[in-house]
């Protein structure tokens, strides 16, 4: 179950705005302990997408 109010969303679609609310689970993360798994070489692809993990792994974000 989604847990924001849709409304505010159609003054968008008013302004020419084009969106899709699309129901996904919630993940319980923390950009700490993303940047905490980065220092220690931990995988971090079970928290952030495929595409996120690829670019902070080839920008070598998150080191020491």
Do not use: W
């Not at 849709?6 to 689970?25: A, I, Q």
């Not at 692809?45 to 495929?50: A, D, K, N, S």
Request: charge should be positive; include cysteine.
């Amino acid at each position: 179950e989604n847990n924001f109010n849709e409304v505010p969303f159609e003054k968008l679609r008013g302004k020419g705005y084009n969106y899709t609310l699309m129901k996904m689970p919630f993940y319980d993360i923390s950009a700490s302990e993303i940047r905490q798994r980065c220092r220690e070489n931990k995988p971090i692809t079970e928290l952030v997408p495929q595409k996120v993990a690829k670019y902070i792994k080839e920008h070598d974000l998150y080191k020491v």
